[in-house]
C-alpha cells in the first residue's frame, strides 16, 4: 500500500508540474516538547502535524482565483476604511465651519450691543431729541400727536375688503391695510340688522350699527374735530389723514327681502346723513362726502331710484355692460393674441417698469364734469346718479383658466367689462376672484390692475397691501 501511495503521488506531481509548483499548507512544526502538552489534545495537535494539503490545492487555476478572492476583499476593506476616514474629516471640517460661525455672530451680536449702548449713553443731542420728543418734561411736549392722528401715515389703496366681518377687527383692520372700501352682508331680525355671513353666525351684539355706523360716525368725528381754527363751511375731511378727499365706500349686501329691509337701513343711515357724512345726489348733481353707501345683493333697485335725491347707490351688474372697443377712440383696438402671448407680454410690462397699482385711487365719478365727450350707451339704465359700482362674478363671467392662463376671448371679456363700466362713469369690480395657488391668484392681480380694474377684491388684505404681489415666475 506504502509503494502504491507512493507511485500515485509521483504520478500526480509529473502531472502538475516540478516540486516548486507543488503548493502545500505550511503547518509550523511541533515544539520539541511537544509530548508534555495536555494528553486530551495530545492525538489531535499529532494528527495536525501529519495532515496533508488537499490534493485540489495544487491546481494552479482554483489557488489563483482564491488568492484573486481574496485581494478583493483586502480592497473592498481598505476602502471602506477610506471613505469612513474621508467621513469622519468631512464631520470634523464642518463641525469646525459652525463653530466659527457661531463665534463671528456672537462677536458681532456682542459688538452691536456695546454700540447701541454707547449710543444710548453718549448719544448726541439730536438723537436725544427724537427718542423724547413729546415726552412730559421733553423736547416738543404736547405736539406728538395731532387732532386727526386716526389714520396717520396710511396710504389708500384701491382694494375692497370681502366679507370684511369675519376679520378680527371689522372696518378697522381693513382701514389700517389702506382699503377704501368694506363689505357687510345684513340680516333683519326683530326690527334690528345684524351683520354675518349666514344665519348660524349671527349674535345679537353684532349689528350693522356697532361695527359699521356707530364707528365710522366716531372716526370721521375725530378726524373733523370742532375748535377755534375751523369753521362749518369747511370741506368735511374723509377718514384717511393721507389723503382727506377719498371716501370709504361701505358695501351693503341684503341677504333677506330687499322691500322689508329697505327702511330699516334708511333709518340708520340717519345720523351720517344729518352730519354730512354721506355721499348723495340732490336731483341734478353728485354731492361728495367721505363716505358713500352702495346697496347689493337683494337691494331694490326700483326703491334706488324712487326718489329724486338718494343716497343710497346701487351695485349695477358689470356681465349686462360689455361693449366692443370704439373704434374712433385713442386706444389701439383689441388684438386676438394667442394665451402664451398674453402671459409673455405681462412679464415684459413687469420687467419694464412697476405695477399701475396707484397707491393713490382716482376721486369718485362727478356727472357733471365729464371726463371725455363720449357720450353713454344706448343702454344708460345704470349711471353714476343711481349706481356707483358695477359687479360680476370673475368665475361665471369670464369662466375657468386653463392652465393657468388667460385665452384671447377671456381677456377680451375683461377689457368688454371695463370699457362699458368706465363709460358709464362706474367702478368695475369682479368678484369671486382665485385665491390659490398664490402665484396664480396674484397673476390674476396683476391682469386685472394692468386693465385697469377700479377696484381688488380681496380676502388676503396682508397680501394685496403689504406684500409686493406682481407677477414673477413660479405660482407658488
Not at 78 to 92: F, L, N, Q, V, W
Not at 267 to 272: F, G, H, K, R, V
Not at 282 to 301: C, E, Y
Request: hydrophobic letters at 35%; charged letters at 25%.
Amino acid at each position: 500500500m506504502a509503494s502504491k501511495r507512493n507511485q500515485d503521488d509521483e504520478s500526480g506531481a509529473s502531472l502538475l508540474g516540478s516540486t516548486s509548483d507543488q503548493r502545500r499548507l505550511s503547518v509550523s512544526p511541533l515544539p520539541e516538547d511537544a509530548e508534555a502538552l495536555d494528553p486530551l489534545f495530545d492525538d489531535e495537535v499529532k494528527d495536525l502535524s501529519r495532515r496533508r494539503t488537499p490534493r485540489w490545492d495544487y491546481i494552479p487555476f482554483m489557488h489563483d482565483e482564491a488568492r484573486r478572492r481574496t485581494g478583493r476583499q483586502v480592497s473592498d476593506s481598505t476602502d471602506e476604511k477610506s471613505i469612513a476616514g474621508r467621513r469622519r474629516r468631512h464631520c470634523r471640517t464642518s463641525i469646525k465651519v459652525v463653530f466659527w460661525v457661531l463665534v463671528v455672530l456672537g462677536v458681532c451680536n456682542i459688538v452691536g450691543f456695546f454700540v447701541s449702548l454707547g449710543r444710548l449713553l453718549w448719544g448726541n443731542d439730536l438723537d436725544r431729541i427724537l427718542s423724547d420728543w413729546g415726552k412730559p418734561g421733553h423736547e416738543g411736549e404736547g405736539l406728538a400727536k395731532w387732532p386727526t392722528d386716526f389714520s396717520r401715515d396710511i396710504m389708500p389703496i384701491a382694494c375692497h375688503s370681502h366679507n370684511d366681518y369675519w376679520r378680527r377687527v371689522p372696518l378697522y383692520d381693513a382701514i389700517s391695510a389702506g382699503c377704501i372700501s368694506v363689505e357687510a352682508d345684513i340680516w333683519l331680525y326683530d326690527d334690528e340688522l345684524y351683520v354675518g355671513h349666514d344665519t348660524s353666525s349671527l349674535t345679537r351684539n353684532r349689528t350693522l350699527r356697532n361695527l359699521y355706523l356707530n364707528p365710522i360716525v366716531d372716526i370721521l368725528e375725530k378726524q373733523n374735530p370742532s375748535t377755534n381754527f375751523t369753521h362749518p363751511s369747511d370741506t368735511i375731511s374723509g377718514i384717511f389723514d393721507t389723503e382727506p378727499s377719498q371716501p370709504l365706500t361701505l358695501l351693503i349686501d341684503f341677504k333677506m327681502d330687499g322691500n322689508t329691509t329697505w327702511p330699516y337701513l334708511v333709518n340708520q343711515l340717519e345720523p351720517l346723513l344729518r352730519r354730512g357724512y354721506l355721499t348723495t345726489f340732490n336731483g341734478t348733481d353728485i354731492v361728495p362726502g367721505p363716505v358713500i353707501i352702495v346697496g347689493t345683493g337683494n337691494t331694490p333697485f326700483n326703491l334706488v331710484t324712487a326718489n329724486t335725491t338718494r343716497h343710497i347707490f346701487f351695485d349695477a351688474p358689470l356681465d349686462e355692460m360689455w361693449e366692443e372697443d370704439d373704434p374712433s377712440s385713442k386706444e389701439s383696438p383689441l388684438k386676438e393674441p394667442s394665451s402664451k402671448v398674453i402671459r409673455s407680454t405681462y412679464k415684459k410690462r413687469h420687467r419694464d417698469g412697476p405695477s399701475e397699482f396707484l397707491p393713490h385711487p382716482p376721486p369718485p365719478p362727478n356727472p357733471s364734469t365729464p371726463s371725455s365727450p363720449t357720450p353713454l350707451p344706448s343702454n344708460n339704465t345704470y349711471t353714476p346718479q343711481n349706481s356707483y359700482f358695477a359687479s360680476v362674478s370673475f368665475g361665471k363671467a369670464v369662466g375657468r383658466m386653463w392652465r393657468n392662463q388667460l385665452s384671447a376671448s377671456q381677456m377680451n371679456i375683461i377689457r368688454g367689462h371695463i370699457r362699458g363700466a368706465h363709460r358709464r362713469g362706474l367702478k368695475a369690480r369682479y368678484w369671486d376672484l382665485p385665491n390659490w395657488p398664490i402665484g396664480f391668484r396674484n397673476h390674476v392681480w396683476d391682469i386685472l390692475v394692468k386693465e385697469r380694474i377700479d377696484l381688488l377684491n380681496v380676502d388676503d388684505l396682508k397680501g394685496a397691501t403689504k406684500v409686493d404681489w406682481r407677477e414673477r415666475e413660479g405660482w407658488f
